[in-house]
């Protein structure tokens, strides 16, 4: 039994104002009903048959409870935290004192003369755990509770909780398993861990190939089209990241990272945050995982801070290569830390929200938008804003007649359809969100980036309320001379996630070095920096300047002033509608600046792709080319 006592779950603190409560404080409260006479007490206590009979009793009733309430998880309104956070504290309050029973008194329920409990009932409960922390995740948006679901997801795997499945030969166990692989993979691809995707990939691959050969069941099918999609998810990712001469992907950032998040200036006018995001993805043809598209994918993670590192290395648990974070998996001989950590007061700073809350929307009907973006509307206030990314076909509406012209109803974005559309009626306005139905919304602090083959449609975007307002808009059309990315993603959308990975796309530079990699890497550093300081000395509207105030609003103008940059100077973008675009337009000071020219020139030829750019109004000197050779010490040697 050496691996009965190694976990315990500690439930996540939700507001400051809900103290956190020592597991072991909290286990019994959730009991069945006991009787308070202390004679019978005493007798449960030397009879072990029926102290046996209660520890069964009191776990069966705590699994029923947690049950019920996980169950009730998927009825809780998407919307609106004053309604599902109490439910979800419940559920985790619950989770915890099961977890810690089964924990407690594993030797007896594994007991078959009591109840028999078996490794993977363990391992459902653990599972059960995972993707209540990964739900929280998605409510909160914040990636610590995404790495408290993947520790649980690791100890299923490394412990082999679900090994001897099929030996029951129950198909809807093996369903099971079959979905904690599923979900942990998501878990593990929004946490950038690529090796252990692969290997959780091949070990699906295989437990489908038994599912389907051992109880041929009907839905085969839909276990290989969720293998499919993984495979098609992860190899389109493989396609937008360079690779070294010894075949390793290089890697870039793909949050924000604290360290180098950039500042901006102080002009005296209340800080404007970034509260609420919503994430649209109805690309019909992109590909897509969990109703996750490789566009909502690349946005998600840019708008979610990397989490600090802990201030001390986690140890690990006797026998066991699981990390000990809080003391969530711990062995049992672990007590004094576990009292110590349970006791210890929760740093605030920790768990104050530190990411833009997000809804992801996949393929929305125009119905659903709109409740979504009513709903963010309201959660916000004058010094706070809403961000709606929208990746999506364009809507194009044909106008023979101008008598059918509708000012600020002539399309703009397509929205999911329930049925298919008649052509004969005007459906193609219907399901489409057109920029006049935004219009109420910028009443508050609005921020749009429209990220489609008719993102024009949103150029004239009228300002009513004189309200701050920034739209960014993608190229209508890309070059010939450039891959087809419709279908792995867009590059308008790469270049805000990661303008690194956009920059080798669009000038194959084949295998990098390592080195010439990093280079590149700090070089587009600097040139963030210094667009941030070009924001900061220009005259730009006060309404725009806001949005500067925000980490995240101001990391994706910043990246858009650098996505402009490289495809203005690129051979191949000779048209304007190869061009981003946005509203209001941002000065030419910022965008024809020479330092910022200088930067680029220095990136393009430290990746020796010299040949697809052009710089004719940059007076190259010889000190720019010995600079963009230099090593970031060096360059620091001599300023």
């Known amino acids: 039994m050496e691996e009965s006592q190694k976990e315990t779950l500690s439930t996540p603190v939700l507001s400051t ?26 007798k449960v206590q030397t009879d072990p048959t029926m102290n046996n009979q209660r520890i069964v009793e009191e776990f069966q009733y705590l699994l029923e409870k947690s049950q019920q309430l996980f169950a009730g998880l998927r009825d809780l309104p998407p919307t609106g935290g004053r309604q599902w956070q109490p439910y979800f504290q419940r559920t985790f309050e619950v989770y915890t004192k099961l977890w810690k029973f089964q924990q407690q008194n594993r030797f007896v329920l594994e007991n078959k003369d009591n109840y028999g409990l078996k490794r993977w009932e363990v391992g459902e409960i653990a599972s059960k755990i995972g993707q209540l922390y990964y739900h ?79 109880f041929k069941p009907g839905d085969s099918t839909e276990w290989q089209c969720v293998l499919n999609e993984i495979a098609a998810f992860l190899e389109a990712e493989k396609k937008l990241t360079p690779v070294s001469p010894e ?64 201030k001390s290395t986690p140890s690990k648990t006797p026998g066991s290569e699981v990390p000990v974070i809080n003391e969530r998996v711990t062995n049992k001989d672990d007590t004094n830390s576990e009292e110590q950590s349970a006791n ?30 009513a709903t963010a509307f309201k959660e916000i206030n004058e010094n706070s804003a809403l961000l709606l990314y929208i990746s999506a076909d364009g809507a194009k509406i044909s106008n023979n007649n101008e008598q059918n012209s509708y000012n600020g109803y002539n399309g703009g974005v397509a929205t999911s359809s329930r049925k298919a559309a008649d052509k004969t009626d005007p459906s193609d306005r219907i399901h489409c969100l057109h920029p006049a139905d935004l219009v109420p919304f ?16 949103f150029v004239d975007f009228p300002r009513v309320f004189n309200q701050p307002f920034l739209c960014l808009m993608s190229p209508v059309e890309y070059p010939s001379s450039i891959p087809d990315t419709s279908q792995i993603g867009s590059l308008f959308t790469l270049f805000l996630h990661a303008p690194l990975l956009g920059f080798a796309f669009i000038s194959d530079p084949g295998q990098i070095s390592s080195e010439t990699w990093e280079k590149c890497v700090n070089l587009i550093a600097e040139a963030e920096l210094n667009i941030v300081e070009l924001f900061n000395s220009s005259n730009i509207e006060k309404p725009l300047k806001r949005f500067l105030q925000d980490d995240f609003l101001r990391q994706f103008l910043v990246r858009f002033v650098l996505c402009q940059s490289f495809l203005r100077a690129h051979t191949g973008f000779k048209e304007e509608k ?12 910022i965008l024809d600046s020479q ?39 060096e360059s620091e040697a001599v300023q």
Do not use: W
């Open 344 to 373: 210890t007061p929760v740093d605030k700073s920790s768990s104050r929200r530190v990411n833009p809350h997000k809804y992801l929307l996949y393929r929305p009907t125009f119905s659903q938008l709109l409740v979504y973006i």
């Open 578 to 589: 190869h061009l981003p675009k946005s509203c209001p337009q941002l000065p030419s000071s």
């Open 442 to 457: 910028t009443r508050k602090p609005l921020c749009l980036i429209i990220d489609s083959d008719n993102s024009t449609a």
């Open 595 to 633: 330092e910022l020219l200088i930067k680029v020139y220095q990136i393009v030829k430290e990746a020796q792709v010299e040949s697809y750019y052009s710089f004719p109004t940059l007076e190259i000197e010889p000190e720019m080319t010995e600079k963009a050779a230099a090593t970031p010490e």
């Open 17 to 42: 104002a809900t103290t956190q409560t020592a597991v072991s404080d909290v286990v019994m409260e959730e009991a069945a009903p006991a009787t308070n006479n202390n004679d019978k007490d005493s």
């Open 247 to 310: 075949g390793r992907l290089l890697t870039v950032a793909r949050r924000l990272q604290i360290e180098r998040s950039l500042r901006h200036e102080k002009d005296g006018t209340p800080k404007l945050k970034l509260q609420e995001a919503i994430l649209v993805g109805n690309y019909q043809n992109q590909i897509k995982f969990s109703e996750l598209t490789l566009d909502m994918y690349h946005i998600l993670q840019s708008l979610e801070r990397e989490p600090a590192p802990p």
């Open 136 to 214: 929280y995740y998605l409510r909160t948006s914040e990636t610590n509770y995404l790495h408290e679901s993947y520790i649980f997801y690791e100890a299923i795997r490394e412990r082999a909780y679900f090994k001897d499945v099929l030996d029951v030969k129950n198909p809807a166990l093996m369903i099971k398993k079959l979905r904690y692989y599923a979900r942990f993979i998501v878990v593990c691809l929004l946490l950038n861990n690529r090796d252990i995707v692969q290997k959780l990939m091949d070990e699906l691959s295989g437990l489908v190939d038994d599912y389907i050969r051992i």
